[in-house]
């Protein structure tokens, strides 16, 4: 299956690795000792920390051995995790967790968000972007503001091809619409967005309403990837300031499952939150000249 990201492709191969050499019974150390690696750099390939090369990963699955029938598929996978991907040029600019968060993005086949206090990245238009980073406690230049929204434009043209079309369920809450970043002019222009993002087929926007009350959503915002090859095991994702964290367990994964399948069932429909939206452009309107 071909790949649109190398980070999805290291994040596969290195947790095959991982679970393979421990079925094994294997320590990091003799794996280091066969493929004349040293042991942290086996930790660091099983924790997709590193590109693997071709011929360690061939020696790998000799030492587990895996199937020859297996091998060809993640050989592949160690080729697609050593090229390099769009957002990688923007490296300066963008730090590495998000990084790494653009690249499992670029792989995925369903995205499922709930955003408690800004519109989400894909759905943001380039003016609402650069207000909220006018509203960093550290602004950043023009050229990194430029390079960041451009990185914005380039993630967001997955929603419009229909070659590399990923499916979007977000779930926004009414804070977020009500919440004027940047002023009247950018809201404006941010709710037509959302309007129009709504009516895309890939698109599904909801509304979580303040009548709604307490929800399971009160602990922040977080991300749900799931990816086209079942291999893929799908994960949270969970932004603070300083970093992110990237949750892949089982029982991790339920839970927020759970989580947002219960916002969608307390959020107003897709067609009541598109009125809603509707009804806060209108009085955003300019008032008549007197």
């Known amino acids: 299956m071909p790949r649109n990201s190398p980070t999805a492709a290291r994040r596969t191969l290195a947790r095959f690795l991982r679970d393979r050499r421990r079925e094994a019974g294997i320590p990091r150390e003799k794996v280091g000792q066969y493929v004349g690696?040293?042991?942290?750099?086996?930790?660091?390939?099983e924790k997709a920390e590193v590109r693997a090369e071709v011929g360690t990963v061939s020696m790998m699955l000799n030492l587990y051995k895996v199937p020859e029938e297996e091998r060809a598929y993640f050989i592949d996978l160690a080729r697609?995790?050593?090229?390099?991907?769009?957002?990688?040029?923007?490296?300066?600019?963008?730090?590495?967790?998000?990084?790494?968060?653009?690249?499992?993005?670029?792989?995925?086949?369903?995205?499922?968000?709930?955003?408690?206090?800004?519109?989400?990245?894909?759905?943001?238009?380039?003016?609402?972007?650069?207000?909220?980073?006018?509203?960093?406690?550290?602004?950043?230049?023009?050229?990194e503001a430029r390079r960041r929204v451009e990185v914005h434009a380039a993630r967001q043209r997955r929603l419009a091809e229909e070659a590399t079309a990923v499916r979007m369920w977000a779930v926004i809450d009414e804070s977020v619409l009500r919440r004027a970043v940047g002023g009247v002019e950018v809201m404006r222009g941010q709710l037509?967005?959302?309007?129009?993002?709504?009516?895309?087929?890939?698109?599904?926007?909801?509304?979580?309403?303040?009548?709604?009350?307490?929800?399971p959503g009160s602990h922040g915002s977080f991300v749900t990837l799931k990816f086209?090859?079942?291999?893929?095991?799908?994960?949270?994702?969970?932004?603070?300031?300083?970093?992110?964290?990237?949750?892949?367990?089982d029982e991790e994964v339920a839970v927020y499952d759970a989580a947002f399948a219960e916002l969608g069932r307390q959020a107003l429909s897709p067609s009541r939150s598109r009125a809603l939206i509707g009804r806060l452009l209108d009085e955003l309107a300019e008032p008549p000249a007197s």
């Open 192 to 215: 037509r967005r959302l309007l129009d993002d709504a009516q895309r087929p890939g698109v599904r926007l909801q509304v979580l309403p303040f009548a709604s009350g307490a929800h």
């Open 37 to 45: 690696k040293n042991p942290v750099t086996i930790t660091r390939l």
């Open 80 to 143: 697609a995790a050593r090229k390099r991907g769009w957002w990688q040029r923007y490296a300066k600019d963008i730090p590495s967790w998000l990084s790494t968060y653009i690249g499992l993005e670029a792989d995925a086949s369903e995205i499922r968000c709930y955003q408690v206090d800004h519109v989400p990245g894909l759905l943001q238009t380039e003016e609402y972007t650069r207000a909220l980073l006018r509203g960093e406690p550290q602004p950043v230049d023009e050229g």
């Open 228 to 249: 086209p090859d079942p291999r893929d095991r799908e994960l949270v994702y969970i932004e603070y300031r300083m970093g992110a964290a990237y949750l892949e367990e």
